[in-house]
């Protein structure tokens, strides 16, 4: 970015080109878009949902993008992760996402974490970052993610797939939780993993899009956020729905006596990896 | 009139495929036993052995938790929506 004679940036020419679309609207304007350049967003995961929130959080021009993922691409995945083609299988997720990322938006830094995030490194790699967006396909991924954002202090933009139906909302620390939502995870082994139960691969388009969707009104502070809304989305039906979540008193990371005051085993909480509950 | 039951993915394969019921119970705890005379094993699926709703298993009555209401007691009348939401993981 260029500066003015006050010291404060301004856009480029290239940049004025590339986000015209966006800029000439008054709820982005020069200053948005100047945000959005000057953001952070941390994607968990580039698989399904990863997968579109990243490319319209880059397209959009959100200045720096994190992508953390310790898969490699199988081919298995290129039905709904469209971040990665063909020519990428057996690579990296995160060498794939940042090629494709870089190609749409040379503009965007993009930071690769070709690594489990675990109650280890979690704080290190999210700190820098405003906000996170959820793409993650496990339950102690998602208790992890929820509790160190809410330890930290930053929204989480939230979404999950299932066959044909989605969720998502997002977390505002002090404002509600994903264990106010759902206080325990469903128990080990009563239900099928992702692989197994399958997923329409136009599902996480949508709910990805609507998570890319609320990182960038966060962003720019427009509009209405999903906080205190859980999103129903099922494509069978195509209908959207959504219920109220509340801030649970109770709740032992954000409620009023909180036994949670840093991140613990996730594995041994949840008892191992799962897709869905009730199956 | 009646209460509309939304039922979701992962419960369907109880309900013959239904993603919607009608039930006339006058609580949500009876609700769940109409279902479970219509389609065996709906309550297993999503009350625990002791009775309470399963902890990744939400119960929403006109989009509110019945946990801020008064939970499985909560009051239905007709016109009411019921939604059935677990915890998904996917991604």
Request: proline share 6%.
């Given at each position: 970015?260029?500066?003015n004679?006050?010291?404060?940036?301004?856009?480029?020419?290239?940049?004025?080109?590339r986000?015209?679309?966006q800029?000439i609207m008054?709820?982005?304007?020069s200053?948005?878009?100047r945000?959005?350049?000057d953001?952070?967003?941390?994607?968990i995961?580039?698989?399904?949902?990863?997968?579109?929130?990243?490319?319209?959080?880059?397209?959009?021009?959100?200045?720096?993008?994190?992508?953390?993922?310790?898969?490699?691409?199988?081919v298995?995945?290129?039905?709904r992760?469209i971040?990665?083609g063909?020519k990428?299988?057996?690579?990296?997720?995160?060498?794939?996402?940042?090629?494709?990322?870089?190609?749409?938006?040379?503009?965007?830094?993009?930071?690769?974490?070709?690594?489990?995030?675990?109650?280890e490194?979690?704080?290190?790699?999210?700190?820098?970052?405003?906000?996170?967006?959820?793409?993650?396909?496990?339950?102690?991924?998602r208790y992890?993610?929820?509790?160190?954002?809410?330890?930290?202090?930053?929204?989480?933009?939230?979404?999950?797939?299932?066959r044909?139906e989605?969720q998502?909302t997002?977390?505002?620390?002090?404002?509600?939780?994903?264990?106010?939502?759902?206080?325990?995870?469903?128990?080990?082994?009563?239900?099928?993993?992702?692989a197994?139960?399958?997923?329409?691969?136009?599902?996480?388009?949508?709910?990805?899009?609507?998570?890319?969707?609320?990182?960038i009104?966060?962003?720019l502070?427009?509009?209405?956020?999903?906080?205190?809304?859980?999103?129903?989305f099922?494509?069978?039906?195509?209908?959207?729905?959504?219920v109220?979540?509340?801030?649970?008193?109770?709740?032992?990371?954000?409620?009023?006596?909180?036994?949670?005051?840093?991140?613990?085993d996730?594995e041994?909480?949840?008892?191992g990896?799962?897709?869905?509950?009730?199956? | 009139m009646?209460?509309?039951?939304?039922?979701?993915?992962?419960?369907?394969?109880?309900?013959?495929?239904?993603?919607?019921l009608?039930a006339?119970?006058?609580?949500?705890?009876?609700c769940?036993?109409?279902?479970?005379?219509?389609?065996p094993g709906?309550?297993?699926?999503?009350?625990?052995?002791?009775?309470?709703?399963?902890?990744?298993?939400?119960?929403?009555?006109?989009g509110?938790?019945?946990?801020?209401?008064d939970?499985?007691?909560?009051?239905?009348?007709?016109?009411?929506?019921?939604s059935i939401v677990?915890?998904m993981?996917g991604?």
């Amino acid at each position: 970015m260029a500066t003015n004679g006050n010291g404060a940036r301004t856009l480029t020419l290239d940049q004025i080109r590339r986000y015209q679309r966006q800029i000439i609207m008054p709820e982005v304007g020069s200053i948005g878009q100047r945000k959005l350049l000057d953001a952070s967003v941390l994607c968990i995961g580039a698989g399904g949902l990863g997968s579109p929130s990243a490319l319209y959080l880059a397209a959009a021009g959100v200045g720096k993008l994190g992508i953390v993922d310790f898969d490699v691409v199988d081919v298995s995945n290129l039905h709904r992760q469209i971040l990665h083609g063909n020519k990428d299988v057996g690579r990296p997720k995160v060498e794939s996402a940042a090629d494709t990322l870089r190609d749409i938006n040379p503009d965007v830094e993009i930071i690769g974490y070709n690594e489990p995030i675990n109650s280890e490194n979690a704080f290190d790699i999210m700190r820098d970052y405003d906000v996170v967006l959820n793409g993650s396909d496990n339950f102690p991924t998602r208790y992890l993610v929820n509790d160190a954002c809410f330890l930290l202090g930053k929204p989480l933009v939230d979404g999950m797939i299932f066959r044909f139906e989605g969720q998502a909302t997002v977390y505002q620390p002090g404002s509600g939780c994903y264990r106010c939502l759902f206080p325990s995870p469903p128990p080990p082994g009563a239900v099928p993993s992702c692989a197994e139960a399958g997923v329409l691969g136009v599902l996480p388009g949508i709910i990805g899009s609507i998570e890319a969707v609320e990182a960038i009104k966060l962003i720019l502070g427009e509009g209405t956020s999903l906080v205190n809304r859980l999103l129903l989305f099922d494509s069978l039906a195509m209908e959207f729905r959504q219920v109220k979540i509340r801030r649970d008193p109770t709740c032992p990371l954000c409620g009023d006596e909180p036994s949670i005051s840093e991140l613990i085993d996730y594995e041994a909480f949840c008892g191992g990896p799962a897709a869905s509950a009730l199956s | 009139m009646s209460i509309r039951v939304r039922v979701p993915t992962p419960l369907r394969n109880v309900t013959g495929g239904l993603a919607d019921l009608e039930a006339t119970a006058p609580t949500v705890l009876a609700c769940f036993g109409e279902l479970e005379t219509q389609f065996p094993g709906f309550s297993d699926r999503v009350l625990e052995e002791n009775g309470e709703v399963r902890r990744f298993v939400n119960v929403f009555v006109n989009g509110e938790d019945i946990r801020f209401l008064d939970g499985l007691n909560t009051a239905l009348k007709s016109g009411d929506e019921l939604s059935i939401v677990p915890a998904m993981a996917g991604g």
